[in-house]
């Protein structure tokens, strides 16, 4: 009896196939997860930078709406103005006089620009809004060498790098090509193939990883840390009332206390740049960090700064960037994570009804 050899094939071959298929089902479902997934991450960008935008232009109308006080400013537009004539509120029009008693109705809104936080809800999301006087911050442009070292210790770095870096800074920014101790000019960058020396302020950031041996000593997360608590404006003298405590530690400096009535300062053992820096009011040029935390504990965060211009009707002011970037759960600073928004006020600064007395 003779059998057809061919019948053996038929189950391999029909193994062979659901093998193909069930790979192929496999890969089609790895790649829809990963679209999805995907899909998922673009939707939660696009609401973290609906909610930035919200956010930004709430606090940006604020301080172009505020009034300026000791140690911050006041939102309240219905707040007191102490002048030769008397207590005036500035909403009305060459101002309203009061009495004594009527301006003791009128509480202020005061915001620190020490590192006050106000909450900004948003349909997309709560946010929460970090202000800060710049004038707070140590200069990468105009403050002194040893700020800057200083500065740069607190982020880990030993002092003989700090001191090479900050030499290495200031050469870059010079508009002379004279070598300092530990600096670099355009013949040390011409050796290593690298791009010379601006001969200029820095404009951003990213230059910083043009100076000579700074993107090889500074982590990225350093980078970060050490943005916290810098900045880049120029004609800005450092004002202990706006210093955080953590900086005034690192700087080794006095600040005073903050708050709408600040007490006098102690400059005993400073060397201030110019006498601006004993104005207790802020100096029109802030930071804004905006963070919005997840419910996976991750935040994302974005710092800019804003710069008031006076009697600018078209541009008011003007916007810098800083940094965005997003935090994981397990960086999260736990004064963050445990931070009540409700103890840090709102803004609250769309519509506003009037605090003159009936």
């Not at 038929?10 to 995907?38: D, E, F, N």
């Not at 608590?229 to 690192?250: E, R, Y």
Request: with cysteine; hydrophobic share 40%; charged share 20%.
């Amino acid at each position: 009896m003779k059998t057809n050899s061919s019948n053996g094939f038929v189950l391999p071959y029909v193994l062979v196939v659901i093998a193909i298929l069930a790979i192929t089902t496999s890969l089609a479902a790895g790649r829809l997860q990963r679209i999805s997934t995907t899909l998922i991450d673009i939707e939660q960008r696009s609401k973290v930078e609906l909610a930035f935008a919200n956010a930004e232009a709430e606090a940006v109308f604020s301080l172009l709406t505020a009034i300026d006080v000791d140690g911050g400013v006041d939102l309240n537009p219905d707040s007191l103005v102490q002048t030769e004539f008397g207590i005036v509120l500035p909403s009305g029009i060459g101002g309203i006089a009061l009495t004594a008693q009527d301006a003791e109705q009128i509480p202020p809104d005061f915001w620190s620009a020490t590192g006050g936080q106000r909450l900004s809800t948003t349909p997309y999301g709560n946010v929460l809004i970090g202000l800060h006087d710049t004038s707070g911050l140590v200069s990468l442009n105009t403050s002194g060498p040893e700020n800057i070292k200083k500065t740069l210790a607190a982020i880990g770095l030993s002092s003989t790098t700090a001191s090479q870096l900050t030499a290495r800074l200031a050469d870059f920014r010079d508009s002379d090509n004279a070598r300092q101790f530990q600096g670099a000019e355009r013949a040390d960058y011409r050796l290593r193939n690298l791009q010379p020396p601006t001969n200029s302020a820095l404009r951003s950031y990213e230059e910083l990883s043009h100076v000579l041996g700074w993107e090889q000593a500074i982590s990225s997360e350093n980078l970060y840390r050490l943005m916290d608590m810098t900045t880049l404006q120029l004609g800005i003298s450092l004002k202990p009332i706006f210093v955080t405590p953590a900086l005034s530690k690192i700087l080794e400096l006095n600040a005073p206390e903050i708050g709408p009535t600040s007490a006098s300062f102690d400059f005993s053992g400073f060397d201030f740049d110019s006498i601006d820096a004993q104005n207790p009011l802020p100096s029109g040029s802030f930071r804004l960090c905006l963070t919005m935390t997840h419910g996976d504990g991750e935040q994302d965060v974005r710092c800019i700064e804003i710069v008031r211009e006076a009697n600018h009707v078209d541009k008011p002011f003007r916007r810098f960037w800083v940094y965005q970037r997003r935090v994981v759960s397990k960086d999260v600073p736990q004064t963050q994570t445990t931070q009540n928004p409700a103890t840090s006020g709102t803004l609250k600064n769309v519509l506003h009804t009037s605090s003159v007395p009936s």
